[in-house]
Nanobody, 124 residues
Framework: QVQLVESGGGLVQAGGSLRLSCAAP????????MGWFRQAPGKERAFVAA????????YDADSTKGRFTISRDNAKNTVYLQMISLKPEDTAVYYC?????????????????WGQGTQVTVSS
């Protein structure tokens, strides 16, 4: 069982920045692919970014490429999502997710463990 705890969400003005964190206590954190997804009001949950267990490979959604950066610190059992140049359309609940292995890294059904989500609101 993997417990994921997100933090770092909040209210920010358009153009601002936030860094989300996802802590995953446990000794096998580096064995997991970690992903970030988001769900805006009235919309389905969507892939944002993912990172391999070692951190050597990252994957980004086209909608956030160049503005969002995923990273991880395996010594701290934490994955991060640095968000810059935020837009009102980035407003959503952001979820952290983990998987031992995936076939399609952007597909939420591939992830076994989920955090409770953290709200990000971008005002115009």
């Amino acid at each position: 069982q993997v417990q994921l705890v997100e933090s770092g969400g909040g209210l920010v003005q358009a153009g601002g920045s936030l860094r989300l964190s996802c802590a995953a206590p446990g000794r096998t954190f580096s064995n997991y692919i970690m992903g970030w997804f988001r769900q805006a009001p009235g919309k389905e949950r969507a892939f944002v970014a993912a990172i391999s267990g070692t951190g050597s490979n990252t994957y980004d959604a086209d909608s956030t490429k160049g503005r969002f950066t995923i990273s991880r610190d395996n010594a701290k059992n934490t994955v991060y999502l640095q968000m810059i140049s935020l837009k009102p359309e980035d407003t959503a609940v952001y979820y952290c997710a983990a998987a031992r292995r995936v076939t399609f890294i952007t597909r939420e059904g591939e992830y076994n463990y989920w955090g409770q989500g953290t709200q990000v609101t971008v005002s115009s």
